[in-house]
């Protein structure tokens, strides 16, 4: 007998119009370009089952839009939603520097530590995200996933598969319009996660 084996592919949104501001809560939505750069991740891709999308404006309309192209289930899961920048939101990075450069520094050297003002706490987004990602695997076990999600989220899960601390979060890279692939080998000794590739 086969051993199962989950694939999921991770594609982090792209730029919205509003540029690179913090934008966790804010609905944005997707920039042109950055529209452009979704479809050419996975123009050579069409082997999913599913389609799932954080519900946030600049993941579920690319989600939409390649769930019709395929004729696949789309699913938009709130586990997978950004975290929340509180007080940051629609700020660009170097106007928070300029108001508070050692909150920011100490929020990028290790987000656990740290809590943006009035914003989400690393650990509750965290466990909010691994949460939808075992719910995700157990209900889609043995079937290929495009999962179209955020920068943050998509870091948080990458860092639980290698193991990565908090301190080493912002060392992963994200590129806009890149894939990630995850295996996940279910086997009777338990479900093993394995990164595949990353910004391809």
């Not at 987000?111 to 943006?116: C, I």
Request: one cysteine or more; hydrophobic letters at 40%; proline letters at 6%.
């Amino acid at each position: 007998m086969s051993i199962p084996t989950t694939y999921i592919d991770l594609l982090p949104s792209a730029e919205v119009d509003a540029g690179e501001v913090f934008c966790g809560s804010l609905d944005c939505p997707v920039s042109t370009e950055g529209m452009k750069g979704l479809k050419k991740a996975v123009r050579r891709k069409s082997d999913w089952h599913v389609v799932v999308s954080s519900p946030k404006l600049r993941c579920s309309q690319f989600a939409k839009w390649v769930a019709e192209k395929h004729e696949l289930e789309l699913k938009e899961w709130k586990d997978f939603r950004e975290m929340d920048f509180g007080s940051w939101e629609g700020d660009f990075p170097h106007v928070i520097m300029q108001k508070d450069p050692q909150k920011l520094a100490q929020w990028w050297s290790d987000p656990a530590e740290l809590r943006p003002p009035s914003g989400e706490p690393f650990p509750a987004f965290k466990k909010r995200v691994l949460k939808g990602w075992g719910q995700l695997i157990r209900k889609h076990k043995g079937q290929q996933i495009l999962l179209v999600t955020h920068p943050g989220v998509l870091r948080v899960l990458l860092s639980d598969v290698l193991g990565i601390s908090s301190e080493h979060f912002f060392s992963l890279n994200v590129e806009h319009g890149t894939l990630s692939r995850i295996r996940i080998v279910h086997d009777e000794g338990g479900t093993w996660a394995s990164l595949m590739s990353h910004g391809c």
